[in-house]
């Protein structure tokens, strides 16, 4: 399993680890949501435009920013 040993980034393995970090303009607030869609590719290179047709996690999580 390739995709989750973190290998030396040689170009032939695909890391998992996701890492997100959202910054909301001062005085910002509100109530909606953020969605989280992890899904699974084959070895063919991607540009990022499609989605893939397996989907392995899709949730979406409730937000509300408060000052």
Known sequence: D???????????????GIKTRLVVATGIT???SMRILLSHYTD????GENLST???VDVTFPVKIVP
């Not at 390739?2 to 998992?16: A, F, I, R």
């Open 54 to 56: 397996e989907t392995d």
């Open 2 to 16: 390739k995709e989750s040993d973190y290998g030396p980034q040689s170009g032939t393995d695909h890391p998992v």
């Open 44 to 47: 063919i290179a991607k540009t």
């Open 30 to 32: 509100g109530i909606g």
